[in-house]
């Protein structure tokens, strides 16, 4: 049992905080419990918990930022009993559009947390041609435990509803969603080769 909150605000226009673009606001916040007995409606152990705040500011016609906070708490065991593991993430996504078919995006992460395998950094440089052509390179690097880096480079093709990606780098173990479809991959260092097409 649990429930989720979602809320938005418009900083209009003109304002002190909207400014000559305006700004949004959006927060969220959810929790879910088991139920501590079948047939009741008490709530167990803590399944997942998250809060996040994020805001999205357009400085000027060429230059936009995302920034997001977002504290995570989950259970390990599924809510078989109450340990759970706590993490913060901060995220600044920032898009620069030189001429209406060339941009860069830069988006920075750090993770912080006291659990597994501790704090993690990444850092991603898009640099894309539209509508087709996309160049990127990005790394996360773990600097609480395993002090390893995940490198990772490649380019895109997209025509119509289909997109064709062609990379290289080391890939962490885990869960790699795309469309709401989600597959666990293990870890490797090679080539990826992935094409994604809509009906």
């Not at 289909?162 to 990379?167: D, I, K, P």
């Amino acid at each position: 049992m649990g429930g989720q909150l979602d809320v938005f605000y418009n900083f209009r226009r003109g304002t002190a905080l909207g400014g000559k673009r305006g700004m949004k606001v959006h927060a969220n916040f959810s929790t879910y419990y088991t139920i501590s007995k079948e047939g009741s409606m008490n709530p167990g152990n803590l399944l997942f918990r998250d809060l996040s705040v994020d805001v999205e500011k357009q400085w000027t016609k060429e230059f936009k930022s995302v920034l997001l906070w977002s504290m995570q708490e989950y259970s390990t065991s599924y809510g078989a009993n109450r340990n759970t593991r706590l993490q913060n993430i901060v995220v600044a996504d920032l898009l620069y559009k030189y001429t209406p078919s060339f941009s860069t995006r830069l988006e920075l992460q750090y993770l912080v947390t006291h659990e597994d395998q501790k704090d993690w950094m990444a850092a991603l440089l898009e640099v894309s041609f539209a509508p087709s052509w996309s160049i990127y390179a990005s790394d996360m690097y773990n600097h609480g435990s395993t002090k390893l880096h995940y490198y990772n480079g490649g380019v895109s093709y997209s025509k119509s509803r289909t997109r064709v990606a062609l990379g290289y780098g080391r890939f962490k173990d885990g869960y790699i969603c795309s469309g709401g479809v989600c597959r666990t991959v293990p870890a490797y260092t090679g080539v990826n080769l992935t094409m994604t097409t809509s009906f």
